[in-house]
């Protein structure tokens, strides 16, 4: 089993957008797998909630990174509800780790 990488870049069905530095804490953030919408591993591979409730954890969904998806979703985020963010304008790294890493370290608030 492959487990996710660090950080963890979760979504809800808005679009708001949450950083899991430690994706063994998933049960912590996440009630139940009802509770999770969407979310990619430091990769950028889609991760799924699993377990009951209480006892929630993340698994890859694939190996396959979907770069496309979630850089969509992180520049909507900026857009959207990165109000006061200085420039509302998400890292520009070229290579995907790197973005998913720049994103979790960067200062947001909404």
């Known amino acids: 089993m492959v487990y996710p990488a660090n950080p963890v870049l979760l979504f809800n069905e808005d679009g708001r957008m949450?950083?899991?530095?430690?994706?063994?804490?998933?049960?912590?953030?996440?009630?139940s797998e009802d509770e999770f919408y969407e979310g990619y591993d430091g990769r950028g591979c889609p991760v799924r909630a699993c377990g009951e409730p209480?006892?929630?954890?993340?698994?890859?969904?694939?190996?396959?990174?979907?770069?496309?998806?979630?850089?969509?979703?992180?520049?909507r985020y900026y857009t959207v509800f990165a109000a006061r963010h200085p420039t509302r304008i998400p890292p520009q790294e070229d290579d995907l780790a790197a973005?998913?890493?720049?994103?979790?370290?960067?200062?947001?608030?909404?």
């Not at 973005?99 to 909404?110: G, K, L, M, P």
């Open 18 to 31: 949450f950083i899991l530095h430690e994706p063994a804490l998933a049960n912590d953030l996440i009630e």
């Open 99 to 110: 973005f998913i890493r720049a994103v979790s370290e960067d200062w947001i608030e909404e």
């Open 54 to 75: 209480g006892e929630v954890y993340l698994t890859l969904v694939t190996t396959e990174p979907q770069e496309d998806r979630l850089r969509g979703l992180v520049d």
